[in-house]
Nanobody
Framework: QAQLVESGGGLVQAGGSLRLSCAASGGTYSMYAMAWFRQAPGKEREFVAV???????NYADSVKGRFTISRDVAKNTVTLELSSLIPEDTAVYYC???????????????WGQGTQVTVSS
């Protein structure tokens, strides 16, 4: 059974950094796009970054230059490095896997349970 488990969230001051990790199990993900989404209270889930099977990456404009996504295909892990954090980055961050590396959450089949990131001002 496919399972994605995120870790690494927490409370950080504005300007700080965090490292989120996602471990995938129960399947082969090498041909899947691995992505990060986030959802703040009262808002829709939004795209953050994706790492496609081709090695291409894509970022939301709001995080470009501050966040970095990486992937270890052999270990079935994907990592999101968050830096220069701002209070607007506060959200639950979700890891997702799907066959197409789009920005739409509807294109992703598997989801983690989420990890909370809180940025204080």
């Amino acid at each position: 059974q496919a399972q994605l488990v995120e870790s690494g969230g927490g409370l950080v001051q504005a300007g700080g950094s965090l490292r989120l990790s996602c471990a995938a199990s129960g399947g082969t993900y090498s041909m899947y796009a691995m992505a990060w989404f986030r959802q703040a209270p009262g808002k829709e889930r939004e795209f953050v970054a994706v790492f496609a099977p081709t090695g291409n990456t894509n970022y939301a404009d709001s995080v470009k230059g501050r966040f970095t996504i990486s992937r270890d295909v052999a270990k079935n892990t994907v990592t999101l490095e968050l830096s220069s954090l701002i209070p607007e980055d506060t959200a639950v961050y979700y890891c997702a896997a799907g066959p197409i590396g789009t920005i739409s959450p509807r294109q992703y089949y598997y989801w983690g349970q989420g990890t909370q990131v809180t940025v204080s001002s």
